[in-house]
């Protein structure tokens, strides 16, 4: 299903939006422009401090300060998922996102998009978003499931409770947001696709996870984590989860070290002669991420 949300947000629809912050201080002009858009009425924000810094607890106390009804979490996670998990065990919304301190929501889009919450029976709302990239900027659509695999950033879906309820973020400094959506078992529920650009995800900012090569030899976390899921799944729910997987060993033997090449190649070739029931699926999911790399690297 694909459509265009227009129109006022109804006032007794809430929506809680979790926000993890660590070793942001001086870098939270974004978060205090959206802040500052948001109605407070109808959209509940929880923002969790990873301490690691008093600097940035001072500058987040002070922004608490300007906006009483916001949520406020500070304790030492040292993980964006972990801090997620707090979060969202104090969330009360019907719906919740999960967006990061350094980029920049569209909240009068989310606004517009809350109008159909209430009409509209779905399990999850996939919006569209921007990359901005060193002044670059590129319009990404979404209009199926591959695509969410694909392109899995979590900022631009709108989560209905009942599909997340139970499930928890794992302590990976790399792709737990990706662990986390393949639990949900996507292709099997009900998703609808809006036309709006909720978000623009910033590339090379100082500090991003995924912007820190170093980091990248714990990537094997996530990938053992999703092979372990995948074992569990069929048909199309593990096509979604193997899309995600295989983009990360690509990344890896695009991007890693020497060392990290050879792992990923090593697991590459044993996933590729892996004969199970899934095998066909598995190999579908490399062909579709390889398709999609060599377009984008075109």
Same mark, same amino acid.
């Given at each position: 299903? &694909?459509?265009?949300?227009?129109? #006022? ?28 858009? /948001? ?5 509940? +924000? /929880?923002? +969790?401090?990873?301490? @690691?810094? #008093?600097?940035?607890? &001072?500058?987040?106390?002070?922004? *608490?300060? @300007? ?21 969202? !065990? ?18 009068? #889009?989310?606004?517009?998009? +809350?109008?159909?919450? !209430?009409?509209?029976?779905? !399990? ?26 694909? &392109? ?23 792709? #737990? ?5 393949? @639990? ?7 998703i609808c696709f809006l ?47 193997? *899309? ?13 070290s020497a060392r990290l090449?050879? @792992? ?8 590729? *002669? ?14 579709? +991420? ?6 984008? !690297?075109?």
């Amino acid at each position: 299903m &694909e459509m265009k949300a227009t129109g #006022e947000s109804p006032p007794s629809l809430k929506i809680s939006i979790v926000v993890p912050i660590t070793r942001m201080f001086g870098r939270l002009e974004e978060l205090k422009n959206w802040l500052n858009e /948001i109605d407070f009425r109808i959209i509940e +924000v /929880i923002l +969790v401090h990873d301490l @690691q810094d #008093e600097k940035t607890s &001072e500058e987040i106390k002070s922004i *608490v300060f @300007q906006y009483p009804p916001i949520k406020f979490i500070e304790k030492t996670f040292r993980s964006a998922g972990l801090a997620r998990n707090a979060g969202l !065990d104090i969330a009360s919304g019907e719906w919740i996102l999960f967006w990061d301190s350094d980029d920049k929501p569209h909240t009068p #889009e989310l606004v517009n998009c +809350v109008n159909l919450l !209430d009409k509209v029976s779905s !399990d999850a709302y996939i919006c569209n978003f921007v990359v901005e990239d060193n002044g670059q900027f590129e319009n990404v659509k979404t209009r199926n499931w591959r695509e969410i695999a694909f &392109e899995p950033g979590i900022w631009r879906i709108i989560f209905s409770r009942s599909i997340i309820i139970g499930k928890q973020f794992p302590n990976f400094p790399l792709g #737990e947001d990706q662990f986390f959506i393949a @639990q949900l078992n996507l292709p099997n529920k009900r998703i609808c696709f809006l036309d709006n650009f909720l978000y623009t995800y910033k590339l090379g900012i100082g500090g991003q996870a995924t912007s820190m090569r170093a980091n990248l030899f714990t990537l094997h976390q996530s990938l053992r984590a999703l092979d372990s899921l995948r074992k569990n799944q069929i048909g199309d729910d593990f096509a979604f989860t193997s *899309v995600m997987y295989w983009r990360q060993i690509l990344t890896l033997m695009k991007n890693g070290s020497a060392r990290l090449k050879f @792992q990923a190649l090593r697991l590459a070739l044993g996933n590729a *002669v892996r004969f199970n029931r899934n095998y066909l699926k598995n190999i579908l999911a490399l062909k579709y +991420v390889l398709s999609r790399l060599m377009v984008q !690297d075109a």
